[in-house]
């Protein structure tokens, strides 16, 4: 009997220590590790979220183009309208590379790999720099549709995907920086 009691009493004041140690180290760990976690989650959820933005933005400025003047069926107040949505559309361009260039930080070092840190810096700061430059409007939808879905596929595209074309979005996002290096920026 003595020794039952003995071992019940061991037991016991184990699983104190046990739990008081747990409570006391190990959660508080498990906690912040969760929180940082999240918040890395949540910048990428961000960073991916501003990119299918561009891509989006840029397609509806490609396909919805001002009509002409003298276009029949287009009246002035449709005109109006048009002109309208496509600076609602610049300004949605301008807010999300301006978010991807105030938050590259968050967003691209929650990646491991060097080159995969430097992709992301590349790709908003050209971005942006796109954005702000006097090119032809026509002309800054097709950059940054060039620049934008390779990276979004190296980022947020299937494993399969991502190795099979890492080598051609490489290339492709290269010769984008070429061209908008190469390229003057007035009209």
Same mark, same amino acid.
């Given at each position: 009997?003595?020794?039952?009691?003995?071992?019940?009493?061991?037991?016991?004041?184990?699983?104190?220590?046990?739990?008081?140690?747990?409570?006391?180290?190990?959660?508080?760990?498990?906690?912040?590790?969760?929180?940082?976690?999240?918040?890395?989650?949540?910048?990428?959820?961000?960073?991916?979220?501003?990119?299918?933005?561009?891509?989006?933005?840029?397609?509806? !400025?490609?396909?919805?183009? /001002? %009509?002409?003047?003298?276009?029949?069926?287009?009246? #002035?107040?449709? $005109?109006? =309208?048009? &002109?309208?949505?496509?600076?609602?559309?610049?300004?949605?361009?301008?807010?999300?590379?301006?978010?991807?260039?105030?938050?590259?930080?968050?967003?691209?070092?929650?990646?491991?790999?060097?080159?995969?840190?430097?992709?992301?810096?590349?790709?908003?700061?050209?971005?942006?720099?796109?954005?702000?430059?006097?090119?032809?409007?026509?002309?800054?939808?097709?950059? !940054?549709?060039?620049?934008? /879905? %390779?990276?979004?596929?190296?980022?947020?595209?299937? #494993?399969?995907? $991502?190795? =099979?074309? &890492?080598?051609?979005?490489?290339?492709?996002?290269a010769g984008t920086l070429t061209l908008i290096s190469g390229?003057?920026?007035?009209?």
């Amino acid at each position: 009997m003595p020794n039952t009691v003995w071992t019940l009493l061991v037991a016991a004041a184990t699983a104190v220590v046990t739990a008081l140690a747990t409570g006391l180290f190990v959660t508080p760990r498990m906690e912040a590790r969760k929180k940082r976690l999240g918040d890395v989650h949540a910048a990428r959820d961000a960073f991916s979220a501003h990119m299918t933005r561009i891509a989006t933005v840029c397609a509806l !400025l490609q396909q919805i183009q /001002l %009509p002409a003047e003298d276009e029949p069926g287009r009246t #002035p107040v449709m $005109r109006e =309208r048009l &002109a309208g949505e496509r600076e609602r559309w610049w300004e949605q361009l301008d807010e999300s590379t301006r978010w991807l260039i105030d938050n590259v930080a968050t967003y691209a070092g929650s990646w491991a790999p060097q080159s995969l840190i430097q992709f992301a810096v590349e790709y908003a700061g050209n971005a942006r720099l796109v954005v702000l430059s006097e090119r032809e409007e026509a002309t800054k939808v097709q950059i !940054l549709l060039a620049l934008t /879905l %390779p990276v979004q596929r190296q980022f947020f595209g299937w #494993p399969w995907s $991502r190795a =099979r074309y &890492a080598v051609a979005d490489r290339q492709s996002f290269a010769g984008t920086l070429t061209l908008i290096s190469g390229e003057p920026t007035t009209p």
